[in-house]
């Protein structure tokens, strides 16, 4: 339906409507609920499986009392200079330094004030970080951190989830100010009245039109994200005239079990592993970032890759429930020797048992990566091996926003009474997948929705509090 005007008619009304409930949604509807106004959170699908939720769970943050007690003392400058050093700059440096210093009273008001578990990793930093800083839940999936965000939503009097209520629209005044939103839920069509609306239904990765259009590097790649994300949000921020940037930018991964569909944490490749092609040879840096060396996995036959580590690496692993998920449908081949892993792995073996003495050379000092990578660790039996094929995770552009994540014109003003975070705003990546720094998806899904729920309910209570005098 797009956008309508302002009719006068209403089916009911609340005080902040939330579009989504993925990591996004649920932290804004938390955030306005914990501050006194009424949340509706509408959700399209029946059975809501978020970005968010099929993540790890990975909140970054530096200057948090979780990395203090682990002996780190980083000023969250630092974390900005990763961002920054990552997309080369081309993210807005007042933004990037502002959604940094939020992510630390945001990592802690999910522990404190919402009884998210979370504990800090620091067991190994994901690429492009130069500190651990990493806070996530316990089986470090991101379907533990929804279910507590979800938890929380439903145990607050004031919020409340409608699944099966698919927003089709806005309403608008006469003056382009946002009064509401259409929904869908079962065969009713209603209008829901607000004094705030906040877009939280994620980018585009699930529209194969947009994706051709502003993404067309991963135009029919496998998308490993959520059903539901269109980019309805993003289009009628842009008919209201909203500003947009970093369209082209996206989060792909170069570590999805084939034919399985299960996330491999890149653990297994940043702690020592690496990865080869049907020929059984290496065909790049694997340290250069999962998102940006998911091209490289897409250009090799078969649009497949394998990665091959050893038991210390696979010790590591299984501290993560995918890929606990993984062993369990046998998509992770042990083998006793390389000869044998070819075999389980249907590779030539001869290339492989070549590769890896190679880069166990490399490993112990002898010679520089041909490919450039840093840091080469030697691999020894028993070995293991999956495989795995490059994946578009979701899209990093999209509507500009301000300090308090409002959607604001090409002239910086607001358009009244519209917020947007996650995936429907622009993000900190820059341009294209290359800078995309692990965690920035989670940094702006979250972050971007405490500051909408924070500043929405304020907002409405200061208007009460001022037809009051």
């Known amino acids: 339906m797009g956008i309508e005007r302002d009719t006068g008619s209403w089916s009911f009304d609340s005080d902040v409507v939330v ?3 993925g990591g996004c949604g649920l932290t804004a509807a938390i955030a306005a609920a914990q501050q006194g106004v009424e949340v509706i959170v509408l959700e399209k699908q029946q059975r809501p499986w978020s970005n968010t939720a099929r993540s790890g769970g990975m909140i970054p943050a530096a200057a948090t009392r979780f990395q203090r007690a682990a002996g780190i003392r980083e000023p969250v400058d630092d974390f900005v200079a990763d ?7 081309a993210s807005d440096p007042a933004m990037t330094r502002h959604l940094a210093h939020t992510a630390t009273q945001l990592v802690e008001w999910l522990v404190d004030a919402v009884g998210v578990e979370l504990v800090f990793i620091d067991d190994f930093k994901y690429p492009g970080h130069t500190e ?5 839940p316990p089986s470090r999936t991101g379907a533990a951190l929804v279910s507590d965000l979800r938890r929380s939503v439903a145990s607050h009097p004031l919020a409340e989830i409608v699944n099966d209520a698919a927003a089709t629209g806005l309403v608008v005044d006469g003056e382009g100010g946002v009064t509401g939103v259409i929904v869908q839920h079962g065969s009713q069509t209603e209008r829901v009245r607000a004094r705030k609306v906040i877009l939280a239904c994620n980018g585009f990765a699930g529209n194969p039109e947009m994706v051709a259009q502003y993404c067309p590097a991963m135009s029919g790649a496998l998308y490993f994200g959520g059903e539901g994300n269109t980019g309805e949000g993003i289009l009628w921020g842009m008919e209201l005239g909203a500003a947009t940037a970093y369209m082209d930018a ?9 034919p399985h569909g299960i996330l ?3 653990a297994v490749v940043m702690e020592g592993g690496f990865q080869i092609n049907a020929h059984g040879r290496r065909f790049g840096n694997e340290w250069s970032g999962y998102s940006e060396h998911a091209l490289a996995v897409l250009d090799q036959p078969g649009a ?4 091959i580590y050893d038991a210390r690496v696979h010790r590591l692993a299984l501290q993560f429930e995918d890929y606990q998920q993984a062993v369990s449908v046998n998509a992770i081949h042990q083998a006793a020797t390389v000869e044998e892993l070819a075999a389980a792995l249907k590779l030539p073996a ?9 880069y166990n050379a490399v490993a112990a000092g002898e010679h520089s990566d041909p490919f450039g990578r840093p840091d080469c660790r030697k691999l020894a039996a028993p070995f293991y091996g999956v495989k795995v094929t490059g994946a578009l995770f979701h899209t990093q552009g999209g509507l500009v926003v301000d300090f308090d994540a409002r959607v604001a014109k090409p002239d910086g003003r607001p358009i009244p009474n519209l917020s947007a975070g996650g995936g429907v705003a622009a993000g900190v990546s820059g341009h294209g997948p290359g800078g995309y720094l692990s965690g920035n998806g989670l940094l702006t899904a979250l972050g971007y929705g405490y500051l909408a729920g924070r500043h929405a309910a304020v907002s409405i209570r200061q208007a009460q509090e001022n037809t009051h005098l």
Request: proline content about 2%; charged content about 10%; aromatic content about 10%.
């Open 264 to 266: 491999i944490t890149y």
């Open 250 to 258: 996206y989060q792909a991964h170069a570590s999805v079990a084939t």
């Open 304 to 307: 497949t890759a394998w990665n």
């Open 19 to 21: 579009i989504g409930s």
């Open 83 to 89: 961002i920054m050093r990552k997309n080369h700059g």
């Open 132 to 136: 651990f800083r990493m806070h996530a």
């Open 350 to 358: 001869a290339p492989l048992a070549q590769t890896l003495q190679e």
